[in-house]
């Protein structure tokens, strides 16, 4: 009488126990170990750049135009054209960017050899027609490349080829910066036209003056 189990089923209970051994030795290899980290997806993050800029980068783009309801000048802005303003003091007018509104701006520049007499500036006559006993206010923003520099307002009525009255205002630009400056006057002629003058005090040539955002009201009473 043979005792014991078949041969197919030893092969077989010797394969379990291969499977088995072999599972328990994989488990005890890779114990402990964590799984590899997720890679964050890279992210992009674009810089807007300030106002300024220099010759060899884009010139970035300036702040919105801010509205001046009841403006009583068109182009006080400089963002299409330099129409109906005139340089004084022999100086050069140059449109530029770098506006403190919109892009634009105007660059008063000194010419080489002035006498001096009138400062290098720009003006923009016959803006309007003055009513007598109306207060007008001239505003306008100016910045200066040098330090201490002096600007000069003048709002003036003409009449008959001549300056019938007018009033000037002068400021210190201590620094690079724009600074909003401003002069009223009240007219005393019915009819006559409104002039209105910007000028720099004794701008060295290598400097300028830079004008934006002129504005010219009619002042309720």
């Given at each position: 009488m043979r005792f014991g189990r078949p041969r197919p089923q030893l092969v077989f209970l010797a394969a379990l126990a291969s499977i088995a051994l072999l599972t328990l030795v994989i488990g005890l290899a890779t114990r402990g170990e964590a799984p590899a980290p997720r890679r964050a997806a890279p992210t992009t993050t674009t810089a807007?750049?300030?106002?300024?800029?220099?010759?060899?980068?884009?010139?970035?783009?300036?702040?919105?135009?801010?509205?001046?309801?009841?403006?009583?000048?068109?182009?006080?802005?400089?963002?299409?054209?330099?129409?109906?303003?005139?340089?004084?003091?022999?100086?050069?007018?140059?449109?530029?960017?770098?506006?403190?509104?919109?892009?634009?701006?105007?660059?008063i520049e000194p010419a080489a050899g002035s006498d001096g007499s009138v400062g290098p500036g720009l003006t923009r006559r016959a803006l309007a027609t003055a009513q007598a006993g109306t207060t007008y206010e001239a505003s306008v923003w100016v910045r200066a490349t040098v330090p201490d520099a002096q600007v000069v307002l003048a709002l003036q009525e003409q009449a008959g080829g001549r300056v019938a009255s007018s009033d000037t205002a002068a400021y210190g630009v201590p620094n690079d910066a724009w600074r909003q400056l401003a002069v009223e006057h009240r007219a005393r002629v019915s009819g006559s036209s409104l002039v209105l003058e910007i000028s720099g005090v004794d701008l060295p040539t290598d400097g300028r003056l830079l004008v934006d955002l002129v504005d010219v009201q009619e002042e309720e009473e």
């Open positions: 807007q750049g300030g106002r300024g800029g220099s010759a060899t980068t884009a010139a970035p783009a300036g702040e919105p135009i801010r509205s001046t309801p009841g403006n009583l000048l068109e182009g006080g802005d400089f963002e299409r054209d330099l129409a109906g303003w005139v340089p004084l003091g022999g100086a050069r007018l140059r449109r530029v960017e770098g506006g403190i509104s919109g892009h634009w701006a105007v660059a």
